[in-house]
């Protein structure tokens, strides 16, 4: 599909010339040509154009709304097309010519579409000359912004043109006039989309003015954890778990918990300063034999209260009565249970 710049253009050697004109703008008016109906082949001031009929190109121009569209300068842009078609003809793929502005677009135009004759075979011809002029059309509208192409078809003395126009936002131009910029970005600064309005709109994963803050995982604490990329929950120095909501105890602490990080809060029956202090030796030892009695004295002491017939510290050592003789006269001694008892010789 031949495309036509603001510029003016020439085709030479079979390449179109665009000359240096304005820098490309905010937004740009695009004119779409489809058929033109020249049924006799004459030109403009009712001659014929020539034995093999009116080799027909097209100049626009574009300029501010008027009243009454004069000639003069096409402050809005002007184009030239090649030679497109003889006589009458419909133009197959779309001859689109695209006006880029600028500066903000006013709402409001005129536009002048003349049909020139080409004495060669494919090259636009003169445009001051005005014996080569087969018709002009000239109108003055209204015109939003949008994507929507806007109908026309325009009757000269013996011509017809059939075309269409519309005016869109230049690539990353948004708003009423065009005025609005929003470029999708994806980097360092930003990661974001445009709406249609051309407000920001974070991708996936991404929150903030400018979408550069991540999102991290789904529960993460946010006193305790951060993240560098979506989804992520990196936990902060003494912070531990999937979600960063679990303390580190202290590295020294032995039987302890915590509730911020390098606490040593002990658990019951431990006590010190790193919870290594048993203070229920007892229950967590069963130190005490033979049926005896513990009884925690503290910082991992304890006592041990023995039965009948058992002695040390641990009550693990059977009282032997006997060992101190305690018989006399020649009497044995014999161990029981309850103490001892001695069996005296006859006669005493």
Request: glycine share 10%.
């Amino acid at each position: 599909m031949p495309v036509f710049c603001q510029q003016q253009s020439k085709r030479v050697a079979g390449k179109f010339h665009n000359e240096p004109g304005l820098v490309l703008g905010s937004g740009v008016f695009e004119l779409d040509l489809h058929h033109f109906q020249n049924t006799n082949g004459l030109l403009a001031n009712g001659l014929s154009c020539s034995m093999t009929g009116c080799r027909t190109y097209f100049r626009v121009c574009l300029k501010n709304f008027q009243t009454v569209v004069s000639p003069g300068k096409c402050i809005f842009g002007k184009a030239t097309t090649p030679v497109l078609g003889t006589d009458s003809f419909s133009i197959k793929q779309d001859a689109r010519l695209r006006l880029p502005l600028n500066f903000t677009w006013p709402g409001a135009f005129s536009l002048v579409i003349e049909a020139w004759y080409s004495p060669a075979a494919d090259l636009s011809g003169d445009t001051t000359n005005p014996d080569f002029l087969i018709s002009s059309f000239a109108i003055q509208r209204q015109l939003g912004i949008g994507h929507e192409w806007s109908q026309l078809v325009q009757n000269g003395t013996q011509t017809e043109l059939r075309y269409s126009y519309r005016f869109i936002c230049k690539d990353n131009y948004y708003g009423d006039t065009c005025s609005k910029i929003c470029a999708p970005r994806d980097d360092h600064f930003g990661h974001y989309t445009c709406k249609s309005n051309g407000q920001i709109a974070c991708l996936p994963g991404w929150k903030g003015e400018y979408c550069q803050e991540p999102i991290c995982l789904e529960g993460c604490n946010e006193r305790n954890g951060n993240c560098t990329l979506p989804g992520e929950c990196i936990c902060r120095k003494g912070w531990q778990g999937l979600f960063c909501d679990v303390c580190k105890i202290h590295p020294s602490c032995k039987h302890g918990t915590c509730t911020e990080p390098w606490q040593c809060i002990c658990k019951e029956g431990w006590g010190g300063i790193y919870c290594d202090q048993d203070l229920n030796y007892c229950t967590h030892n069963k130190p005490c034999t033979n049926g005896a009695t513990c009884m925690n004295t503290g910082e991992g002491s304890y006592t041990c209260t023995c039965l009948p017939g058992f002695t040390g510290v641990n009550c693990d050592l059977e009282v032997r009565e006997c060992d101190s003789q305690p018989c006399r006269n020649g009497g044995r001694c014999m161990d029981s249970e309850n103490g001892y008892r001695c069996v005296c010789p006859a006669g005493i």
